[in-house]
């Protein structure tokens, strides 16, 4: 996925660092020179098989991102209402990215153009004031996430801060999450400093940690979608490395995925490969369950039925936490499991925005029971 040592690369989006699908032909559009895509964090893009006309190119993505609605297009003012970026060495016939620029004797100089936006559409649509005209009426909205407010430009003039790791851990411990995102907007080894924090042998320690990376990733990634995204490829190979200990790296994951769900949903499907590791298990499983709480629908996207047993495990905190996720995507399936589980008066902790919470197995059954019967 992404970037890697091989000539010839699948093309990655570069605000969540997903592989991104061969652009298509546009469907019944008046303006159509470009074929075009959307990666599943939002972004969209539009293909230039020959690399000279970037700027037809990125007319073309941002009306294609305002749903054919020109008039919103020329009112969004760059960066404050959208991101752009650009893959080079682009070839078009083989959907691959070629650092050698050239395909058998072909010379390749295509280029992939992206645009994010960075509100909500039905937002940006009041800068026409169309109050009148519901939103869902006039334009398609793009994405059934609700998108947080770009992050202030600061002060080009300002003395930039450097960021020294004592001072990263203070500010971290602390909670100041807005001092934080100040230090990363101007020296990512913020990043760094702060996942250095996740080893810290205190578990309440590195949950907190875990909680406050997530936030300021979450606000440093409305201006740099991408540090964030390298940083959790960084997170997982860490994970995956049989060397090293990966102590809060997927409760970090778990928060950052759900603090920024919009962008970073993709990742989630990886957090399942842990799941199977007792020394993993109730991390993978708390991940799932908070990021279901804000968007149950990515959840149920994995191949979640794998957890469906858990619901029965003889650990308790496996079984709380199994319990906590499923109550959470309405898992009806397990339904009758998890009655079974409402006089358990097994004691866990479970960790709501970095703080310890105690309950119990039964506690959690009930509250999962009445999130399932809320619609009924």
Not at 103 to 114: A, C, E, H, N, Q
Not at 204 to 227: F, M
Request: proline share 5%; net charge negative; hydrophobic share 35%.
């Amino acid at each position: 996925m992404g970037k890697g040592a091989t000539t010839n690369l699948r093309p990655w989006c570069p605000f969540c660092g997903q592989d991104v699908q061969q652009p298509q032909e546009p469907v019944q559009r008046k303006m159509d020179e470009f074929k075009v895509g959307t990666c599943q964090c939002g972004a969209v893009y539009t293909s230039d098989p020959t690399g000279f006309n970037v700027g037809a190119a990125m007319v073309e993505c941002l009306n294609y991102a305002c749903n054919d609605n020109w008039d919103l297009a020329w009112e969004l003012m760059p960066d404050d209402d959208y991101l752009t970026g650009i893959l080079d060495d682009y070839d078009e016939v083989t959907h691959q990215v070629c650092k050698n620029r050239s395909i058998d004797g072909r010379k390749v100089s295509g280029v992939l153009y992206f645009i994010r936006l960075t509100r909500d559409i039905s937002e940006l649509s009041h800068k026409l004031k169309v109050h009148k005209i519901k939103t869902n009426e006039q334009i398609k909205p793009i994405s059934k996430f609700v998108i947080p407010q770009m992050e202030p430009a600061r002060d080009p003039k300002r003395k930039k801060k450097r960021a020294k790791k004592q001072e990263i851990k203070e500010l971290a411990f602390a909670g100041d999450i807005d001092s934080l995102v100040d230090f990363a907007l101007d020296d990512l080894k913020t990043l760094r400093f702060m996942q250095r924090l996740l080893y810290d042998p205190e578990e309440d320690k590195r949950w907190h940690c875990a909680h406050v990376l997530g936030q300021v990733s979450a606000r440093l990634s409305t201006r740099k979608p991408g540090a964030v995204s390298d940083m959790l490829h960084r997170m997982y190979e860490s994970c995956t490395d049989s060397a090293s200990t990966h102590w809060g790296l997927l409760e970090a994951i778990g928060s950052i995925i759900a603090a920024r769900a919009d962008i970073f949903g993709g990742f989630a499907k990886h957090l399942l490969m842990f799941r199977g590791l007792p020394t993993s298990r109730v991390q993978v499983l708390w991940a799932m369950g908070t990021l279901a709480e804000k968007n149950p629908e990515i959840v149920r996207a994995t191949p979640i039925y794998s957890v469906f047993e858990d619901v029965d495990h003889p650990d308790s905190f496996t079984r709380g936490h199994a319990i906590r996720l499923l109550g959470r995507i309405k898992a009806l399936e397990v339904k009758s499991e998890i009655e079974k589980q409402v006089d358990d008066a097994a004691e866990l902790t479970v960790y709501e925005e970095g703080k310890p919470m105690q309950t119990t197995v039964g506690e959690l059954a009930r509250e999962a029971l009445e999130l399932m019967t809320q619609d009924e």
